[in-house]
């Protein structure tokens, strides 16, 4: 059944980006128009992001944002049989940056939010430093589409590791000089998180990445994928820090909620609304749990 799915796949990603793209507009007609996707949730998340802002600039966000969305799938099909020189034009950055960390000996952990498009910064971070980066992945129920997805992500070099197989395998990772790079923004459980306003309502963090890196003295470098035009992307790093050991967990983690706020407000659209990131309501119980809030 792989074989087959991944035959009909390469064969649809031969198409030009043209050809893609009417597909993704058809697409996107029927998820918004037809059968509104999630739209009462980024609605919901658009007007606390951006109380500032009307209906009518709100609902132009979130009908770019499901473009961009869509197009997301859309070139990660087309990476399928994109040539590497194709992929070169279309995803630049400052990768230098991260490569002169790592020619100092110094471990990373590279840390970025659901910007589109995700799957291409994880393709160009591999082909362009000069360390095989770690994923970490959640697990695809269906195990046809998780091999296909699999295969995809891996094409550069990526070693992929599954959430749940993370902990057991964390000190063979960090016995050794390493790069790792987590989109940190996901929505973890309420309690054994730090708790920071994001666009003005708190929200839990996960401790995870900051954690580590003070754990491991591993440089903390932000990056930015910022979309210049439809399939044209760039990645711009920044160095936090390669001295992790003076901060704390919260002051990192209001250091990334800082950039992160940043790079959403500068491109709206190209963030993934459809995230329940205000799913939960802080409560003071959580606190007997190692939950913390910075009111900040």
């Known amino acids: 059944m792989y074989y087959i799915l991944y035959g009909f796949f390469y064969v649809v990603s031969l198409l030009p980006f043209s050809v893609l793209y009417g597909i993704s507009n058809s697409i996107y007609f029927f998820v918004y128009y037809v059968f509104g996707y999630r739209k009462k949730i980024v609605m919901g998340n658009l007007a606390i992001a951006f109380p500032e802002k009307n209906i009518d600039q709100r609902i132009a966000i979130a009908k770019q944002f499901y473009k961009n969305f869509i197009d997301t799938f859309i070139e990660m099909l087309k990476s399928l049989s994109m040539n590497d020189a194709e992929f070169d034009r279309r995803c630049t950055g400052n990768f230098e940056v991260i490569n002169e960390v790592i020619a100092r000996g110094k471990s990373i952990n590279l840390v970025g939010g659901h910007m589109f498009n995700w799957e291409y910064a994880n393709l160009v971070i591999s082909r362009q430093i000069n360390i095989a980066p770690i994923g970490v992945y959640g697990k695809v129920e269906n195990r046809v589409f998780e091999k296909l997805l699999l295969n995809l992500r ?20 960090t016995s050794q000089q390493y790069c790792m790079y987590l989109l940190a923004d996901q929505n973890p459980l309420p309690h054994n998180s730090i708790w920071i306003n994001f666009f003005g309502k708190p929200v839990p963090f996960i401790r995870g990445a900051h954690q580590s890196a003070i754990k491991y003295n591993s440089a903390v470098i932000f990056i930015n994928f910022k979309k ?69």
């Open 154 to 173: 891996s094409r550069y070099g990526t070693i992929l590791i599954a959430t749940g197989d993370f902990k057991a395998r964390i000190k063979e990772i």
């Open 228 to 296: 210049i035009k439809r399939g044209y992307y760039s990645f711009e790093s920044e160095v936090i820090t390669e001295n992790p050991a003076e901060y704390t967990v919260p002051e990192l983690i209001k250091k990334y909620r800082n950039f992160l706020q940043k790079i959403i407000s500068n491109q709206p659209e190209n963030y993934l609304w459809s995230h329940r990131r205000w799913k939960y309501d802080f409560n003071e119980n959580f606190e007997k749990y190692s939950g913390e809030l910075i009111n900040e």
